[in-house]
């Protein structure tokens, strides 16, 4: 078994409207019957997450807050993974008049309308801080604060080497989780700019993609071990292989 852990991200991708339906759930614990390892990984805070998906022991290890947090859904114990935020920020972001702020462990969000004045807050304040881009949502975390370096630190917990991993994701922030695996894939209704790091673009949206992934996972390991003939060329969508 060449690839032995799937990263997936929540919203837009397993999720719709914060819900996961019947068939997705079902493709995702055939996933786990395959003997691979499963993770989740979203900019959600756990609290929020937890309000919304009642099935989170379904996962091994949920990388939550960007990349943030790692949280064992079984021992019910997290780890903070980077620095607090600087005392001070988020009065500062109020004082500016930035409205809609969800503030985590370490993650500051809000709309994403307010990038112009975040951004100068952080430049004239100079904090070591960086902004990442969810669609319609911002995030601000430590500098270096990523998903790819919260799946990086979920994969070492579990033994599983970053180049026997898939992801796959539907946004901006998704990329460098895709960038850290052997093997990322977008969901059809991805950005773009996702779309176009992907390896494999699926045909359909959200958890219907996520579920052709799934089956092309364990039917054949993916492309290089499969006996059908090779996918279609990087960032196209490809035609699920006949059963």
């Not at 996918?231 to 035609?239: M, S, V, Y």
């Amino acid at each position: 078994m060449r690839y032995q852990a799937l990263a997936v991200d929540y919203d837009g991708t397993i999720a719709r409207e914060g819900h996961v339906d019947d068939a997705t759930r079902a493709a995702l614990r055939r996933l786990k019957a395959s003997g691979r390892r499963l993770l989740l990984v979203t900019g959600r805070e756990l609290a929020d997450l937890a309000g919304v998906c009642d099935d989170l022991a379904l996962f091994d290890l949920l990388v939550v807050e960007n990349g943030a947090v790692l949280h064992d859904p079984t021992a019910r114990t997290s780890v903070l993974l980077c620095e607090l935020p600087p005392a001070g920020f988020v009065s500062e972001l109020a004082r500016w008049g930035i409205e809609g702020v969800a503030v985590g462990q370490a993650i500051v969000a809000m709309p994403a309308s307010f990038a112009p004045v975040v951004l100068e807050v952080i430049r004239d304040c100079g904090l070591p801080l960086h902004v990442v881009f969810n669609r319609t949502a911002l995030m601000v975390l430590p500098a270096g604060v990523h998903k790819g370096t919260g799946l990086a630190a979920a994969l070492a917990r579990l033994g599983v080497h970053p180049a026997h991993a898939v992801a796959i994701g539907d946004a901006e922030n998704d990329q460098p989780m895709l960038a850290l695996c052997g093997y990322g894939a977008a969901v059809a209704n991805a950005v773009p700019a996702l779309k176009a790091r992907a390896q494999v673009v699926t045909r359909g949206d959200g958890g219907q993609g996520v579920a052709e992934l799934i089956e092309r996972l364990i039917a054949f390991d993916l492309p290089d071990a499969s006996p059908e003939p090779p996918l279609d060329a990087p960032r196209k969508p490809w035609p699920m292989a006949s059963r």
